[in-house]
């Protein structure tokens, strides 16, 4: 049986390592991008991703864009502290699977 391999796209520590902590766990393979250029070097590979929008070095959102243009369906859950309707609006629109607004329980 493969493991399944989560992609955690995330800057703030504490975020990433609590995901982290949470998903090994439960018995999943997790590796964590703390920049966008880290996540567009991943992003070939993972079963899941798990995706904040406001990186340091570019935007969540130009990743799920091109992740969708080369015809990859893999399943990308947005974490994010924008909670306007509009930004959840447009991240599904890009393509994200789901948007999950912080303040969040990992469990």
Do not use: C
């Not at 090994?24 to 880290?38: D, I, L, N, V, Y």
């Not at 079963?47 to 935007?59: F, S, Y």
């Not at 864009?65 to 309707?85: D, F, K």
């Amino acid at each position: 049986m493969t493991q399944e391999r989560i992609l955690i796209v995330e800057d703030e520590p504490a975020i990433a390592e609590s995901l982290e902590y949470a998903l090994r766990r439960e018995g999943f393979g997790t590796e964590t991008a703390a920049t966008f250029a880290k996540a567009q070097a991943a992003r070939t590979w993972p079963t899941l991703i798990l995706l904040d929008l406001m990186l340091p070095d570019g935007n969540g959102s130009h990743l799920i864009r091109t992740l969708r243009a080369e015809g990859r369906r893999t399943p990308i859950i947005v974490l994010s502290s924008r909670e306007r309707e509009s930004d959840r609006v447009a991240a599904l629109e890009d393509g994200a699977d789901a948007y999950v607004t912080k303040p969040f329980s990992p469990r």
